[in-house]
Every structure is written in C-alpha cells, then in structure tokens.
C-alpha cells in the first residue's frame, strides 16, 4: 500500500512558478512509475507529466518546456517545478502511483492522492 500526500499549491500571477511536492509512504516507491494529473472544473482529469523508475519522463505538450517532473527516490518524493505559469494551468494536481503501461493514463494508476489547488490568475 502506498499513500500520496500533496503540498506546494497555491495562488499565483501569470508567468509566475510554483513547486508541487509529492510524499510517498511504502518501501517500494522507487519501483513504481509517478505521475502528475490535473483536473479542472467541469473537466475530465488529464495528464501532466509522469516519470519511471528508470527516469524516463513523458510530458503533455500543452506543458512542455514549462513544466520539469523530479524524483527523489531516497526521500520518497516526487516534484513538479512549474514556470511561466498560465491561467488554463489553474486546477486540482493530483500525484499518482503505479505501473502504467502508457504513462499518460489515469487508469494505469494504483494510488492517489488528495490533490492540491493551483490557481493562475491573469
């Protein structure tokens, strides 16, 4: 069993950063894919960036040169540094868990967490 527990949301301006951090309880993060989810209001969640345990990373393109996903497998933790903020960014991030055979699939995921709120304004 693995829980995922989100911080680093926020409000911020247009063009600004934010870093969202992802914890991870369990001996066995390290062997698992991670990944970055967004959901905003009245929307289906979509993908945002996903790295594997090998350090292979996968980004949506509407993030792409803006976004970098990060993991610190010693510490159980997963990032995503976040510039040139925009407001069609503002939404719910979730952090996920598993072994996705395609990274940028919400049902390859195993866990979730409670997600965390970015909110971009113009």
């Known amino acids: 069993q693995v829980q995922l527990v989100e911080s680093g949301g926020g409000l911020v301006q247009a063009g600004g950063s934010l870093r969202l951090s992802c914890a991870a309880s369990?001996?066995?993060?390290?062997?698992?894919?991670m990944g970055w989810f967004r959901q905003a209001p009245e929307k289906e969640r979509e993908f945002v960036a996903a790295?594997?345990?090998?350090?292979?990373?996968s980004y949506a393109d509407s993030v792409k040169g803006r976004f970098t996903i990060s993991r610190d497998n010693a510490n159980n933790t997963v990032y995503l540094q976040m510039n040139s903020l925009e407001p069609e960014d503002t939404a719910v991030y979730y952090c996920a868990g598993g072994s996705p055979r395609l990274l940028a699939t919400v049902q390859g995921y195993d866990y979730w967490g409670q997600g965390t709120q970015v909110t971009v304004s113009s």
């Open positions: 369990g001996r066995t993060f390290s062997s698992y894919s």
């Open positions: 790295i594997r345990w090998s350090g292979i990373i």
